[in-house]
């Protein structure tokens, strides 16, 4: 059975809400490991991610809320560790983060996350499993790809779990990653991050973001699609859901998927795994 992780975001008015708690529910019946939850740049959605760990809580999930260090100071963090421990959270995606628009570094010390995964051990112990990122196509602020691999190798030497990629499309990308951090000693597993394809404009935006590469094939074929729903939506399912499947036979320890906060595409490559 595959082991599935699904990420969600805090909603910003209630009828986000409403459908968050719709995709939310209807996702329940894959039986997701746990659910994530993103924490704004800078902290931005900070109360907004703790009600929605608590609202996901209440729905029956083992909920690992993401917590970032730049713009936080020590004592903000060790708060909000103390709420999760309070809550029974167990399960942490500890993150260096973004900075607002406008905004300086404030107080904080922590500047990666590997300085975030090691505070979080120094104050909790063993309480958590931590999640870290990794980069299969290279962090966009990165010097290298070597100097990025570096980077993830000291999260994991400083205490971290295991690992969610960047969404990617390009398997050999994840595959040859993962080779090189099983060379440097790290054995903790790295699980592909997956993004559904629902949307042309909107999966270009996020890509040119976080540094993403969209195959020109793939970009080709959405284009052709113009405003064609259907098409756009029953071409990523087959795009996604291939991908999805070599990564499994690659001996991928998993996926973990980037809902948007909707259900139908996720539920779209899951059924399609299943049928194979």
């Known amino acids: 059975m595959t082991d599935l992780s699904l990420e969600f975001f805090p909603p910003r008015d209630a009828t986000a809400e409403v459908r968050l708690v719709a995709a939310a529910k209807e996702l329940a019946a894959l039986a997701p490991r746990y659910v994530s939850v993103t ?15 608590r609202q996901l ?91 990025d691999l570096g980077h993830f190798i000291e999260k994991m030497r400083e ?3 295991s690992a969610i990629t960047q969404y990617f499309f390009n398997a050999d990308a994840y595959f040859e990653f993962v080779e090189r951090a099983r060379a440097q000693g790290v054995s903790a597993p790295i699980v592909p991050g997956i993004m559904p394809i629902t949307n042309h404009n909107q999966l270009v935006r996020f890509s040119e973001a976080c540094g993403a590469e969209v195959p020109r094939w793939i970009r080709l074929r959405l284009a052709s699609f113009g405003d064609d729903r ?35 595409a996720v539920r779209g490559v899951w059924s399609q795994l299943h049928r194979q």
């Open 159 to 161: 205490g971290a779990n």
């Open 230 to 264: 259907a098409s756009i939506r029953d071409f990523g399912q087959d795009v996604v859901g291939s991908l999805c499947q070599r990564l499994l036979d690659g001996g991928a320890p998993g996926l973990h998927f980037y809902t948007l906060n909707q259900a139908d």
């Open 57 to 147: 809580q209440g729905l029956g999930f083992d909920v690992a809320p993401h917590l970032s260090c730049i713009g936080a100071t020590p004592d903000s963090l060790r708060g909000l560790l103390q709420s999760y421990r309070e809550l029974g959270v167990r399960r942490l995606v500890a993150l260096r983060g973004d900075m607002p628009s406008g905004m300086g570094p404030g107080l904080s010390i922590l500047r990666h996350a590997s300085d975030l995964v090691r505070f979080i051990r120094d104050e909790t112990g063993n309480w958590f499993h931590i999640e870290v990122a990794a980069y299969p196509e290279m962090h966009p602020q990165a010097a290298s790809p070597q100097a």
């Open 39 to 53: 924490f704004g740049a800078g902290g931005s959605t900070r109360e907004g991610t703790l009600a929605t760990v």
